[in-house]
């Protein structure tokens, strides 16, 4: 294992001002976004999509890498390069998905577990080979009446840190997502405690398993109020939680912290990363406090770009005023603007 490359992969992708793009979509998800703006998924639309955000003119200056789906890997755009070198022509360092996806976990139906360590060690060198500098897994756990469960929370964990380990063996800098849902009307008393027991589990399973903690990077959710909650934390409080909860289970040396959005509404997942990093910035914090999104950083260009070649400028245009705003949160700098409020 190159150690020092893993560092320097894993601090280049927190680097100042930068995050990630999360365009792994799988098959289904995708699909389901299209639907949105009434397109069909077909390989060639798909293609055009990634291909306009990817070519966005500037974006290297927000943008540190983008998560990339098996497809999108082995892809060309439409004059023939491989969007694997579009990518890496402005710095920008490609990422994979290795997990395949959730099934119900044996012996607990409520509950998740992700599926995709068979052969991935096999399926790493492959994608080291086509380019990739990081790897990504999901596990998702839900909060309910009567869940999570400690088995359903360390069967996630576990499968998290084998993933992680594989990858670093392979050279590949591994982002560890346990998202916890913002379905329900759980309160943020409650987002903390299932936040801090999942965490405190995933870091006992990533030391079991010898994963090097300065060559990983944590995809985590916020600690939010449920997304139907009656009364929502704003943004203050949920840095202030979210801060406070971290300190207790995340090891300072881990570089960086790449949020995911969750489906929360752009502005409120903006304003929430820029109360993060301002509070960081008052009582000091060991990581930087990055992100990793999709629907946030996608939903505004996907409405603009429907389907059609003619609107591939403005697509690319709401990419990059939501990757500009995006990276002023990242740094403390967000103040909302008034184009943008009426685009989401
Ligand atoms: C972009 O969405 C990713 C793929 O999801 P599926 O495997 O369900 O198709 C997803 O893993 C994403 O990287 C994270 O959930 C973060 O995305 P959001 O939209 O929550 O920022």
Redesign the pocket.
């Known amino acids: 294992m190159d150690k020092q490359r893993l560092v320097q992969t894993a601090e280049a992708l927190v680097a100042a001002k930068k995050g990630i793009l ?5 098959g ?3 699909k389901r976004r299209f639907y949105s703006i009434n397109v069909e998924s077909t390989e060639e639309n798909r293609r055009n999509y990634r291909e306009l955000l990817f070519r966005t003119a500037g974006i290297s200056e927000f943008v540190s890498g983008v ?1 990339l ?1 098996d497809e999108t890997i082995r892809q060309e755009g439409a004059d023939g390069t491989p969007l694997v070198k579009v990518l890496l022509d402005q710095g920008i360092v490609p990422g994979i ?1 290795v ?1 395949k ?1 959730t099934i119900s976990l044996p012996g607990a139906p409520d509950e998740l577990v992700t599926e995709g360590l068979d052969g991935l060690g096999d399926r790493l060198k492959e994608y080291a080979e086509l380019g990739a500098g990081f790897t ?1 897994w ?1 596990g998702v756990i839900s909060i309910t009446g009567n869940t999570p469960t400690s088995y359903g929370v360390s069967a996630n964990a576990h499968a998290l840190a084998r993933f992680a380990a594989l990858s670093q063996e392979a050279g590949l800098v591994p982002i560890v ?1 346990p ?1 916890i849902l913002r379905d329900g009307d759980h309160s943020i008393d409650q987002c903390f405690d299932v936040t801090e027991e999942v965490l405190r589990e995933v870091f006992n399973q990533l030391a079991q398993q010898k994963v090097l903690l300065e060559g990983m990077l944590l ?1 985590p959710s916020m600690v939010i109020s449920g997304g139907s909650a009656a009364q929502r934390a704003e943004p203050e409080e949920v840095a202030e939680r979210t801060l406070d909860c971290f300190k207790r289970v995340l090891p300072a040396s881990v570089p960086g912290v790449v949020f ?4 929360e509404p752009d502005g409120s997942v903006t304003a929430n990363l820029n109360a993060l990093n301002q509070r960081a910035n008052k009582v000091g914090a060991p990581w930087e406090l990055s992100f ?7 939903g505004a260009p996907l409405a603009a770009w429907a389907g059609k070649l003619e609107n591939t400028e403005a697509a690319a245009l709401a990419f990059y005023t939501r990757a500009r705003l995006t990276s002023a949160a990242r740094q403390g700098n967000y103040v909302p603007e008034e184009k943008e409020m009426s685009a989401v």
Do not use: P
């Open positions: 999360a365009a792994d979509e799988s289904g998800t995708i998560i789906f998905k997990d996806g990504k999901r997502e998202e995809k995911l959005s969750g489906g990793s999104f999709g629907r946030s950083l996608q």
